[in-house]
C-alpha cells in the first residue's frame, strides 16, 4: 500500500511562508501526477495545485501567483511552497497520489 507523509504545517502570520513536503513510499513515483488539496472548516476538500510527470501545473484561481508546486523525483517527494499566506489559507493540507491520501498536515494563518 502506498504511504503519503506529509510535513511542513503550523502557525504563519499573514504575508508569511510555508512549504509543505510530502514523501511518497512508491517506486514509480516519477509517472504519476502529485495534487495537494485542503478543506477548511465547514468546508469542501478543494484542489489546490497540482502537477504532472512532466511538470505541468495547475493551480485554484484562490492562490496563483502566491503558490508553487513542484516535485523531485529523485526524493519521490512533492512540494507546495506558500507564499503571501492569507488568513483564509487557514486549513488542513492533504497531499494525493492516484487513490492515496496522506495523513493532513495544519496550515494557520492568523495574527
Known amino acids: 500500500q502506498v504511504q503519503l507523509v506529509e510535513s511542513g504545517g503550523g502557525l504563519v502570520q499573514p504575508g508569511g511562508s510555508l512549504r509543505l513536503s510530502c514523501a511518497v513510499s512508491r517506486s514509480l513515483f516519477s509517472i504519476y501526477t502529485m495534487a495537494w488539496y485542503r478543506q477548511a472548516p465547514g468546508k469542501q476538500r478543494e484542489l489546490v495545485a497540482s502537477i504532472t510527470s512532466g511538470g505541468n501545473t495547475n493551480y485554484a484561481d484562490s492562490v496563483k501567483g502566491r503558490f508553487t508546486i513542484s516535485r523531485d523525483n529523485a526524493k519521490k517527494t512533492a512540494y507546495l511552497q506558500m507564499n503571501s499566506l492569507k488568513i483564509e489559507d487557514t486549513a488542513v493540507y492533504y497531499c494525493?497520489?492516484?487513490?492515496?491520501w496522506g495523513q493532513g498536515t495544519q496550515v494557520t494563518v492568523s495574527s
Open positions: 494525493k497520489h492516484l487513490a492515496s
